[in-house]
């Protein structure tokens, strides 16, 4: 089974920019539809965007215009670019790979944003 592990979380100032990465243990982002999601301490994880591996994106309304989701087939690596973030982008962000009913999480990175 495919291992996923995050990285790039970090403390930004309002306005900032980060880029997250997910690394997958084997290639997979050529079959697989990638997403970044968020979950903040008493809220449900919620989608934060999707990549199909046709390369078809989808993006939460709050995120829309702000991140771009990406994957990378050579390095096995997605990513998620986040820009002109807000306090609101806080919470602890998860990578998910998903082929037919095979569902896999990567334990999550924390993005801070506060000045």
């Known amino acids: 089974q495919v291992q996923l592990v995050e990285s790039g979380g970090g403390l930004v100032q309002p306005g900032g920019s980060l880029r997250l990465s997910c690394a997958a243990s084997?290639?997979?982002?050529?079959?697989?539809?990638m997403g970044w999601y968020r979950q903040t301490p008493g809220n449900q994880r919620e989608l934060v965007a999707l990549?199909?591996?046709?390369?078809?994106?989808t993006y939460a309304d709050s995120v829309k215009g702000r991140f771009t989701i990406s994957t990378d087939n050579t390095k096995n690596t997605g990513y998620l670019q986040m820009n002109s973030l807000k306090p609101e982008d806080t919470a602890i962000y998860y990578c998910n790979t998903q082929i037919g009913r095979i569902n896999t999480w990567g334990q999550g990175t924390q993005v801070t944003v506060s000045s």
């Open positions: 084997r290639s997979i982002f050529a079959i697989a539809t």
């Open positions: 990549i199909t591996n046709g390369g078809s994106t």
